[in-house]
């Protein structure tokens, strides 16, 4: 077998000498962007969560209430954020019960108590002090009832002086249920054995 072999005519070689400075610079300038270091001068912000940032939990997880009993003289306020429902006192309205539900376990029992106990400057309880701590029927199920004293401040930026938080951390099915009362220590106190009524006839659909 046997090739021919072409020699480059005049023709060729004009365009490879016109081509040479062009490639030579595309060479040089892929070179220098590989070592160069790039400022970032722009930023932009892209929220689209995939639902309504004003959704209570259940709306975002398709979790639903199917029944709790307010007690008498509580009636339903506004909703906030990832609550299922808030409930106040008409007489006393700064003490807030209000239920929120989540997908799985949500970081357990433990670690919920204490980060509520964190909200009023206290510090966390060991595996033996949540063990004995007093319990209330929910759902099903003795569960612990943390009640804890202190200057509350909440995730919403909430601030009471001399507060009381009672809660509660239930599970339902696969779903963790959060129930909770903050309000001025007194207030609380006043309307501790409604809270336990309200614990005690919450119904969560499976």
Not at 106 to 124: I, K, T, Y
Not at 133 to 152: D, K, M, Q, T
Request: proline share 6%; with cysteine.
């Amino acid at each position: 077998m046997s090739y021919l072999l072409r020699m480059p005519t005049a023709e060729t070689r004009v365009h490879w000498r016109a081509a040479c400075p062009f490639l030579l610079a595309l060479l040089l300038s892929a070179c220098r962007e590989q070592g160069r270091e790039h400022e970032i001068t722009e930023t932009r912000v892209v929220l689209d969560p995939g639902y309504d940032l004003d959704a209570t939990s259940a709306e975002r997880f398709g979790l639903a209430a199917r029944q709790w009993s307010a007690p008498p003289g509580w009636s339903e306020v506004a909703r906030s954020g990832m609550r299922l429902v808030t409930l106040a006192p008409d007489a006393r309205p700064e003490a807030e019960c209000w239920v929120t539900l989540l997908p799985g376990d949500a970081g357990g029992v433990a670690a919920n108590l204490n980060r509520w106990r964190a909200e009023l400057g206290q510090a966390p309880l060991t595996p033996a002090e949540i063990e004995a701590l007093p319990r209330v029927a929910v759902l099903g199920r003795e569960e612990a009832l943390l009640e804890v004293a202190g200057s509350y401040r909440g995730m919403d930026g909430r601030e009471i002086g001399d507060a009381l938080l009672l809660g509660v951390v239930a599970q339902a099915g696969g779903k963790r249920v959060f129930i909770k009362m903050v309000g001025p220590r007194e207030d609380v106190l006043a309307e501790r054995d409604n809270f336990l009524a309200f614990c005690r006839s919450l119904e969560i659909a499976p």
